[in-house]
């Protein structure tokens, strides 16, 4: 996904409506909000391989101003800077080169490392580890259980799906704990599942070229987005974590 430009401009043109990402930018505020208690503007906030902003841009808005990024890809670095963004060249197998010395009241890190090995993991958690501050929190949403995989992971270069208890094996390798998590979006799973499921056969009986997939980042339309929303912000409301879906979300400190 890193050299195609129309993943990214997709990304750009929907994170700030599509119920994803609207979800996803809540959880992460949410979770902000719960371990600082007040709102403090100046906190420092990193989005490692933060792609065209729309989170830091999310966090702007609520009134968090000390904010920048870094990602591989040039694309996401011009988008990202289309919305006045501090956003520069950065790599997640190379933490310490961005920024040297600088530290971070949260480093946030979306969806993104699933293109690193097990070690490579391990050694982007002990980086982010190295550059919080006291009391510092580390946001984690990445790709969930290898059923839900299909056109979108082809489409944005991932190979593989995660698990809760492979975090956990990382993040003690890293020096880190896991605190708050959850899978998510549950309500919605077995929808996601039957349509990945159904890619899949398609792929398998090649009645889909994989060489011309697109990734599933795509605005449905106001009526079933905000259904979309609605149910995913009930099952968060109900469940408070929940066992079983595409994504999984954590937090991380020191331990």
Not at 78 to 97: I, P, Q, T, Y
Not at 107 to 119: H, K, V
Not at 222 to 234: F, P, S, Y
Request: aromatic fraction near 12%.
């Amino acid at each position: 996904m890193i050299d195609n430009r129309l993943e990214y401009q997709r990304m750009y043109e929907t994170e700030r409506k599509l119920w994803w990402y609207k979800i996803l930018h809540g959880k992460v505020l949410s979770q902000i909000r719960r371990h600082f208690r007040a709102m403090d503007p100046e906190l420092s906030i990193l989005d490692a391989a933060c792609g065209t902003g729309g989170l830091l841009w999310f966090l702007v808005e609520n009134g968090y101003s000390n904010v920048r990024g870094f990602d591989y890809s040039q694309h996401a670095i011009d988008f990202s800077k289309e919305r006045g963004l501090n956003v520069v060249f950065g790599d997640l197998r190379d933490v310490a080169a961005f920024e040297p010395g600088q530290t971070f009241d949260i480093i946030t890190c979306n969806d993104a490392l699933y293109f690193l090995s097990d070690e490579e993991i391990v050694r982007a958690l002990a980086a982010f580890k190295d550059r919080l501050n006291r009391n510092g929190l580390i946001i984690i949403n990445i790709h969930a259980f290898e059923a839900f995989s299909g056109t979108h992971d082809l489409a944005v270069g991932s190979s593989r799906r995660f698990r809760l208890a492979q975090f956990e094996a990382y993040s003690k390798a890293a020096g880190l704990k896991i605190g708050y998590n959850t899978y998510w979006p549950f309500a919605l799973s077995l929808p996601i599942l039957l349509v990945r499921q159904w890619q899949n056969y398609r792929i398998r009986n090649k009645k889909i070229n994989v060489e011309e997939l697109d990734s599933d980042v795509e605005y449905p339309g106001d009526a079933i987005n905000t259904v979309l929303k609605a149910v995913t912000q009930a099952e968060s409301a109900i469940l408070g974590k929940a066992p079983f879906g595409s994504s999984l979300f954590m937090t991380l400190r020191q331990a």
